[in-house]
């Protein structure tokens, strides 16, 4: 072999995947870590209409805590993210779990939860606002039944409408959830539920001793997607109720929006957002050290 074929086989082999990959690690730098920086930045100042880049300290963090609003979306945020990830993880399991037995048609299933994914979360909330509404949907159908003194108006009542949209997420996104669960159950070796089964293990003992166990890393990732969409269901909520009635479904992202783009108070809205970052990272942080800490015991 020549020098020069030598150079460049070691120029296609080191230098040319660092200059592909090159402009995509320059955008995620700029686009995604250089923004995070701006925003933190704009969290310490006095910006309002328009960025300001004087150093102000803590004052729109010591603003955005005095500030009932803010507590009462993370509140919501808390609930709706507590109840969506629950139920999508219980469902999504469940039904994959059905799946899993080789029924008849499982593809055609497959199809009918997973097609909620496929649509946006502004379709999600459109279409969930007509059926909630009293007027319009499942009330009104009640009525149409002979049911004339049901209620289900928990769109406007201020106590349940948070609850209307966890049923609107738990709706879209349980499927998502069931084929990522159906993937890991279809990765899990025959041998060992064979194995299991000769030993006299019953079905329900071989998915929990066994199966469920086995998948620990598909919950972790399910955990830290569900938890992502939670954190950022701005579309679903502005489609579903907008944040109404009064401030009963209004989310940190509503907060952050209104303050940040339509109040007039830049400064407050990047300290808003620079809080939900932080709420994030402390709910997904642990999850991932854990996994760490597992695998090098392993």
């Given amino acids: 072999m020549t020098v020069n074929s030598f150079s460049f086989s070691r120029f296609v082999d080191v230098t040319l995947p660092k200059v592909v990959i090159a402009p995509t690690a320059l955008a995620c730098l700029v686009g995604f870590y250089g923004f995070i920086g701006w925003t933190a930045w704009l969290s310490f100042t006095n910006s309002h209409m328009l960025p300001h880049y004087e ?62 994914m496929a649509l946006s979360f502004i379709v999600t909330g459109t279409a969930w606002k007509w059926i909630l509404n009293p007027g319009l949907g499942i009330e009104k159908l009640l009525h149409d039944w002979g049911f004339t003194g049901a209620t289900f108006d928990w769109i406007i009542n201020p106590h349940y409408a948070i609850y209307t949209v966890v049923i609107a997420g738990v709706w879209q996104s349980t499927g998502f959830v069931m084929a990522l669960f159906l993937a890991g159950l279809r990765g899990i070796d025959d041998s060992i539920i064979k194995a299991a089964q000769i030993d006299g293990a019953s079905l329900p003992v071989i998915y929990t001793r066994i199966i469920i166990p086995s998948l620990r890393p598909v919950f972790l990732s399910v955990f830290m997607i569900l938890a992502h969409i939670a954190v950022k269901s701005f579309d679903l909520v502005m489609a579903l109720t907008g944040g109404g009635p009064g401030f009963a479904t209004d989310l940190p992202s509503i907060f952050m929006y209104q303050h940040g783009f339509t109040r007039g108070q830049l400064g407050l809205g990047a300290a808003s957002a620079m809080m939900m970052l932080f709420t994030a990272a402390a709910v997904v942080m642990p999850f991932l050290y854990s996994e760490l800490m597992r695998d090098r015991r392993g």
């Fill in 55 to 116: 150093w102000a300290g803590f004052v729109q963090y010591v603003e955005l805590f005095g500030n009932d609003r803010w507590w009462q979306a993370m509140w919501n945020l808390g609930v709706f993210g507590s109840l969506f990830i629950l139920i999508c993880l219980a469902l999504g399991l469940f039904t994959a779990v059905l799946l899993d037995q080789k029924i008849r048609a499982e593809g055609a299933l497959r199809t009918i939860y997973l097609y909620p």
